[in-house]
């Protein structure tokens, strides 16, 4: 009986020590006084982090990133943008990055108040968007709350043009967060190579992805997130008729948001699109072939 609770306590010791290094910091005061780059606002949903740089340019490109990877994501393209003189935006979505992680539901519409707040605070009121990803559908959302403060839309390997069920559980239990980590977190990092061609190119690339599983509500964002999806038919109608420019931007071997599921759809929605596919490259384009991806950018989008 004493080998048999040794052994049983030895057991929780272990599975506590492995769950440890998940989700054990909360991102409050103390927490934001830790990052030294950037800045915060706080909002009526928490606390968002960004950045900005050539605050006196008049031509502004707002940067919203994909499902999980905050911010960074579009570090490179930030910074090519930043030397060209744009004004640049960028930040992190609520549940991802250095931003709170607020026990709400994680809709397009959060996310889409979530930068147009920002862009009031900072006095902008007419942007160029891209949106990466399910950033995609957060620019669609932009458009439909606020039509007026979009002046060009560009799609990069954006999921906003799926089919989606309405949904009808949007609570996420703790059942669900715990088992998302225990599954889905030893092994999450590493399947962010996935987004790449050519991952072999990468091998660092899953390193920084391990900082989020750290913060606490992280797993529960994403599990939101995934629940809230919903078909954006009809604002992404509005955005054709509203003769705004929109430009869908893909890496030609994309197999996390794969064209040819969504080509006739994306047709039916937005015939009006420009369209460009970036060669010997996955869904971060701009990433994995950043040479071509910003000569179209800024020598074709952007003229």
């Known amino acids: 009986m004493f080998k048999k609770s040794i052994l049983l306590l030895s057991f929780f010791i272990i599975l506590s020590c492995t769950n440890s290094k998940y989700e054990y910091i909360i991102k409050n005061d103390d927490f934001r006084k830790t990052i030294k780059s950037g800045y915060f606002l706080e909002q009526s949903k928490g606390f968002t982090y960004y950045n900005i740089e050539n605050r006196n340019s ?4 707002v940067f919203i990133h994909g499902f999980s990877v905050p911010s960074y994501i579009w570090g490179k393209t930030f910074n090519s943008a930043k030397e060209k003189g744009y ?22 519409k959060l996310f889409a108040k979530q930068v147009i707040d920002l862009l009031e605070h900072l006095e902008i009121d007419k942007a160029i968007f891209l949106g990466l990803s399910n950033g995609g559908r957060v620019i669609s959302k932009i458009h439909d709350l606020s039509p007026n403060l979009v002046e060009k839309l560009i799609y990069v390997s954006a999921s906003s043009f799926g089919i989606h069920e309405e949904p009808v559980q949007t609570d996420v239990s703790e059942k669900e967060i715990s088992d998302f980590i225990n599954e889905k977190y030893p092994t999450i990092s ?8 050519y991952p072999e190119n990468f091998p660092n690339w899953s390193n920084r992805y391990e900082e989020l599983l750290k913060y606490k509500g992280f797993a529960r964002a994403l599990i939101s997130t995934l629940k809230n999806h919903k078909n954006l038919d009809t604002e992404n109608k509005e955005i054709n008729d509203s003769n705004t420019k ?16 969504i080509k006739e759809k994306l047709n ?10 970036v ?22 989008v952007l003229k």
């Open 58 to 61: 008049k031509n502004t490109l």
């Open 87 to 108: 004004k640049v935006i960028s930040l992190d979505l609520f549940g991802r990055g250095f931003s709170e992680n607020p026990n709400v539901n994680y809709t397009d």
């Open 190 to 197: 590493l399947g962010q190579l996935e987004d790449f061609k």
């Open 246 to 261: 929109v430009y869908t931007i893909w890496g030609d071997s994309d197999s996390v948001v794969v064209y040819n599921n």
């Open 268 to 277: 039916k929605l937005l015939p009006n699109r420009f369209e460009y596919f």
């Open 279 to 300: 060669p010997n490259s996955g869904h971060l384009p701009h990433i994995e072939n950043q040479e071509n991806f910003e000569n179209y950018l800024f020598e074709v």
